[in-house]
């Protein structure tokens, strides 16, 4: 018998990333500690190895911040375009000179496999930058007016799920739009926004125009409500996004929101199978399904519901979970504990509502956090896992018999952001892309994100959009 | 200029026996058809200076809990139609207004206490706005839709489409052409309305209802509520199956507390903005206010590898 | 005309329009997915002892291939003489799995080989073109397998498949898989780069496993466009799913175009990931090659001393 073709380790080396043992808020261009001298320990969830230590803003040091973010809007509004322009492309080109270097860094604070943040979210990240850099000189051309105006003082509250690619989201229109911009990462992923910091640095960023206040919710909900922020920018869970709605309510305070999802994913029987199976894999299992994109409800025609299933086991069967920096991995770790608790509340729910649940034969690393991707059959509308966004690499497996009932599936939920057709058929694909009520439809294919694309929900996932000439709209007095 | 008899002159010149003319029960219009409040509730409207014109429905949370049934279910049709469809049905309203236009200019006289003249200029310009918005309805698609340049084997196309059910506070000054300034933009982008009219002026409004119906406008596409804004637009910024909101005809007070009550469902709102004219040219704000959008992807790929070379 | 084992599908062969029917209605190939998936798999990291079993199994698997004009019986004895020992200077390299001539060279490569694990394949049935009456095919066949040819590798009439006659190239496999008798094994390359599209080679996979097809293999390395990750792996989709529907394993062949080990080892991770391990063993898979022995061989030197090896310390064949 010869031996398996087993992997060896192939880990991405450490050593490219110089993590230091404490950083300081970064305020008018310079590192410093909050007001009151707390911090926060950032940990890496594949091994809960303490990163770094990381200060934590109180509502003084948030004020700071969006006073030196007001003190520069002045001159960084009365720029140039063409000079905006060049910053900008100044950053997108250090971060694709950095790249490596941030894509450890990421793997590591955010427990993400090394093999997306390389190939997905840095990518995205520099053309990001790159995309809105050019517009900063063109704005009169975006169908804004002769003349569009920044609205001032941006206060951007970002997610743990894509650290650096959403800060990019935010901070790339912000900034080509001559706003200035206090950006509060996530409290489970402060380093990537810090390490950014320095990259505004090394391109000579006039100090003040980009502003990195780290903390927890309090400090976000600071930032929302503080009275000299002109634009509020948010992705993030539905629940806060409704709190920072209710906040802004009677003020000029200019909002989009960026919220959660429970994308249906729909094949027909006509499908090109193969893809399909990985289209799903790809839908719900990138990023450990922390995406609030993912298509977590698997809407599958009733005549191949068998089938289709037997090549979806196979196909998770071949997916390899582990270290997050080894090149191989597939499925990292869960962002933090509270994540994995709620995953795994709503996964046993799923189970005592009478959900048939299955995972692969996969072994779980003994620390840090990990949840074993995870098919729920037998699922129906009814069923809290078809409601809840579970956030997490779970998906459930819906049937329906025809396409109008797919559709009725598929709209049934207060959510309304992304959405997967699967068919060979193009009068089917564009019949149901238009009936679907979501802001991205994927059809033969899923989770596909552009710098030229505009990105955002429907209903109750948020609104406005990021990404593409629309993303210019959240960022302009107009 | 009224053509409507005063009640002092009949009493006064009873001798003459002029004809006595029949009066116009003003009802809301809802689902296309015209009811009653269900609460069996008016209230007196009167003319600038104070005088009685006419008894208006006072709408209850019920009535406005009906508006938004007809509005979901007029949806879909009404977004499905095609855009050419729309701008047809629109322009019908203009026409039909043109031809009620004596009317209008008597009742936005009496309503705002404005000339003659003044008033047929709010008339005119209302009816240039059904126009102006019917010509809209196949143009916004291209003007905020487009192919995206992704850096990849994709097809990616972004395209405007309507919100939903979308509840507009008329602006409380303009009973007709502000009116007809945040109705037409709704639906001409596909979708449906439910309006509460002008608080102190709502019968341009109710009458309105009577043209849209005879304009082969789907019933429940625009819904016309009087009463109590307050009152109304509560339960509608509330509603879980209201999408988004014209906050126009609220003041600040009562825009913070409805926004803050949209936010439970996420409403898209639109605050109050400050209009001092309402003939200026609008834009496309009031278009773009309420239309979501829709990005879909497709592969392209290629066409296939061939090459023989023996 | 005899057919194959009966089956679950052998009645879709019964006649022209339930061949068609069947082969039209397999689920179609969605390209850029189809390449997509490929990319990624080509992103694997095959490290350390993974990488040194890979290179062996990827030697072990080479069916190593002369087909020129320009062939002679000196040449033949010499790419004989490699595959049984592709390095003189390390023992435990394994034999290639075959040499694979022309047929008028099969009895040469055949005592070139003699006595060794290699066997002798032979490309037939007018190869490349394929174009000549099927009279002249099968007696191709015939010689080849009569001076002791362990496999054939036939071409498939590409315009009978792409004028949609596939009951022609039906019987032409079948008839081909006759005069294979029982000794030869059959690879049946369908010259993907003609077929053009995915939707083409999943057909053609379905139509030689089907008419008993031992290997189907992608190409003859003469065309613009040979084996690709992507081919290969559509191919691997359709052995796979064909043993799951008829208990009948099949073996691949990506030919042309595979020179390094870097793009020898992606295709493992193919055969891996897709058909799984039951293929990993040469008796499944091969890679239709010539040039990429010596890649394997500077790669496992490379491993087993720490340094880069140079061209000079493998032999030209």
Same mark, same amino acid.
């Given at each position: ?478 | 200029?009224?053509? #409507? ?18 009066? #116009? ?25 104070? #005088? ?65 003249? #003044? ?192 | ?89 390390? &023992? ?33 049935t007018a190869?490349?073109a394929g174009r000549a009456?099927i009279?002249?095919k ?16 036939m071409v498939i009439d590409r315009g009978a498949f792409l004028a949609?006659n596939y009951?022609k190239v039906y019987d032409e496999i ?10 030869? &094994? ?5 010259e ?47 052995? &796979? ?77």
């Amino acid at each position: 018998m010869a031996p398996v073709f087993d992997y060896a380790p192939a880990p991405e080396s450490r050593s490219v990333v110089d993590i230091a043992p404490s950083y300081g808020l970064f305020i008018d261009g310079e590192f410093t500690e909050a007001a009151g001298g707390k911090v926060f320990k950032t940990v890496s969830p594949s091994s809960e190895e303490v990163l770094s230590e990381v200060a934590e803003a109180s509502e003084e040091d948030v004020d700071r911040a969006v006073r030196a973010a007001r003190k520069a809007f002045e001159k960084w509004s009365a720029l140039p375009g063409s000079e905006r322009a060049k910053y900008l492309f100044r950053i997108a080109r250090i971060i694709q000179e950095r790249s490596r270097e941030l894509a450890v860094l990421e793997t590591l604070d955010n427990g993400k496999p090394i093999r997306e943040t390389r190939d997905a979210d840095l990518p995205l990240v520099a053309a990001h930058f790159f995309y809105y850099a050019g517009w900063a000189d063109k704005l009169e051309h975006a169908g804004y007016g002769a003349n569009p105006r920044p609205l001032g003082v941006a206060g951007q509250v970002i997610p743990w799920n894509f650290p650096l690619l959403m800060l990019a989201w935010k901070i790339a229109p912000a900034l080509a739009t001559g706003n200035t911009v206090v950006l509060k990462p996530a409290e489970t992923t402060p380093l990537s926004a810090l390490f950014f910091a320095d990259i505004c640095r090394q391109a000579g960023l006039p100090k003040g125009v980009v502003n990195i206040v780290t903390g927890d919710g309090r400090a976000g909900a600071a930032l929302v409500a503080h009275p000299d922020v002109n634009k509020v920018a948010f992705t993030g869970s539905t629940a806060v996004g409704k709190e920072i709605a209710r906040t802004v309510a009677g003020t000029r305070k200019k909002l989009t929101l960026e919220l959660g999802g429970k994308g249906a994913n729909i094949v027909f029987d006509d499908a090109p199978i193969d893809q399909a199976v990985e289209g799903i894999v790809n839908g719900i299992f990138f990023n450990q399904g922390q995406v609030c994109c993912a298509g977590s409800r698997l809407l599958v025609q009733e005549s191949i519901h068998d089938e289709l299933l037997d090549s979806l086991k196979r196909r998770l069967s071949t997916l390899r979970l582990g270290d997050p920096l080894d090149k191989n991995t597939d499925i990292g770790a869960i962002n933090s504990a509270e994540q994995l608790a709620r995953i795994t509340a709503l996964a046993e729910q799923g189970e005592a509502e009478g959900a048939e649940r299955w995972s692969p034969a996969c072994e779980l690393p003994e620390s840090g956090y990990w949840f074993a991707p995870t098919l729920f059959t037998n699922v129906t509308q009814a069923h809290t896992i078809a409601r809840d966004e579970i956030f997490g690499p779970v998906l459930s497996v819906l049937t329906f018999r025809t396409p109008d009932e797919a559709v009725a599936k598929a709209n049934n939920t207060p959510y309304g952001l992304s959405a997967g057709i699967w068919t060979e058929k193009g009068s089917r694909i564009l019949a149901v892309a238009i009936k679907l009520r979501a802001g991205v439809i994927w059809s033969n294919t899923f989770n596909k994100f552009d710098p030229t694309s505009p990105f955002g929900g429907y209903k109750e996932s948020g609104f406005g959009r990021e990404g593409g000439r629309h993303g210019l709209e959240a960022y302009l007095d107009v | 200029m009224s053509d #409507k008899p005063e009640k002092t002159e009949k009493t006064d010149k009873s001798e003459r026996t002029e004809r006595l003319s029949v009066f #116009k029960t003003y009802k809301l219009y809802v689902g296309g058809k015209f009811p009653r409040s269900e609460s069996g509730r008016v209230y007196e409207v009167t003319d600038a200076k104070g #005088k009685w014109l006419a008894n208006a429905p006072q709408s209850s949370r019920k009535d406005a809990r009906d508006a938004v049934v007809a509005a979901r279910k007029a949806f879909g049709a009404w977004s499905g139609a095609t855009a050419y469809n729309r701008g047809q049905i629109l322009y019908r309203i203009a026409e039909m207004l043109e031809g009620r236009r004596d009317q209008y200019v008597r009742e936005v006289g009496e309503a705002e206490g404005l000339s003659r003249s #003044k008033a047929a200029a709010q008339v005119d310009a209302a009816i240039d706005r059904w126009v102006w918005y019917a010509g809209w309805t196949d143009k916004i698609a291209q003007v905020v839709g487009g192919g995206n340049p992704v850096a990849g084997p994709f097809f990616n196309l972004s395209s405007p489409e309507p919100t939903g059910v979308v509840a507009v506070l008329a602006p409380q000054e303009s009973s007709f052409l502000g009116l007809v300034s945040v109705v037409a933009p709704v639906v001409a982008t596909g979708n449906t309305a439910v309006v509460i009219a002008s608080e102190k002026a709502p019968l341009p409004a109710l009458s309105l209802g009577e043209v849209l119906a005879t304009s082969d406008l789907p019933g429940g596409v625009v819904n016309i509520l009087s009463g109590r804004t307050a009152e109304i637009a509560a339960p509608l910024a509330a509603h879980q199956d209201v999408n988004a909101i014209d906050l126009a005809g609220a003041d600040e007070v009562l825009a913070k507390e409805l926004e803050i009550a949209a936010a439970d469902n996420l409403k898209r709102v639109l605050r109050p903005q400050p209009v001092d004219d309402w003939t200026a040219a609008p834009g496309t704000e009031r278009m773009t206010a309420f239309l979501e959008t829709k990005t879909v992807w497709h592969p392209t790929g290629s066409l296939g590898a061939s090459g023989s070379s023996y | 005309m005899p057919t194959t084992a009966p089956h679950a599908l052998s009645d879709v062969t019964a006649s022209d329009s339930t061949l068609r029917r069947f082969l039209h209605g397999l689920p179609g190939v969605d390209a850029v997915g189809l390449e997509a998936r490929a990319a990624s798999l080509g992103t694997r990291s095959i490290k350390t002892t993974a990488k040194a079993y890979a290179i062996d199994l990827a030697i072990s698997m080479v069916d190593l291939t002369t087909l020129e004009g320009a062939d002679t019986p000196g040449k033949v004895r010499a790419l004989g003489a490699k595959a049984v020992r592709p390095d003189p200077t390390d &023992r435990m390299t394994p034999a290639t799995a075959a040499v694979c001539v022309y047929p008028d060279m099969v009895a040469t490569a055949k005592k070139a080989v003699a006595g060794s694990s290699v066997k002798v394949a032979s490309v037939a049935t007018a190869f490349p073109a394929g174009r000549a009456p099927i009279a002249v095919k099968l007696a191709d066949v015939r010689e080849a397998v009569a001076a002791g040819a362990d496999e054939i590798d036939m071409v498939i009439d590409r315009g009978a498949f792409l004028a949609g006659n596939y009951m022609k190239v039906y019987d032409e496999i079948t008839a081909v898989k006759e005069a294979c008798g029982t000794d030869a &094994r059959l690879k049946v390359i369908f010259e993907t780069g003609e077929l053009s599209t995915y939707d083409n080679i999943r057909r053609a996979s379905w139509l030689g496993m089907l008419a008993g097809a031992d290997f189907i293999k992608t190409s003859t390395g003469k065309v613009a466009v040979n084996a690709t990750p992507a081919n290969t792996l559509l191919m691997l989709e359709a052995v &796979r799913d064909f043993r799951a529907q008829t208990g009948i394993q099949v073996g691949v062949k990506p030919a042309g175009g595979i020179r390094t080990s870097k793009d020898a080892i992606k295709f493992l991770v193919l055969v891996n990931e897709t058909a799984g391990e039951d293929w990993l063993d040469n008796h499944w898979f091969r890679f239709g090659a010539s040039s990429l022995l010596n890649d394997l061989l500077l790669q496992r030197q490379k491993l087993a001393t720490g340094r880069y090896s140079g061209p000079d310390y493998v032999t030209v064949d």
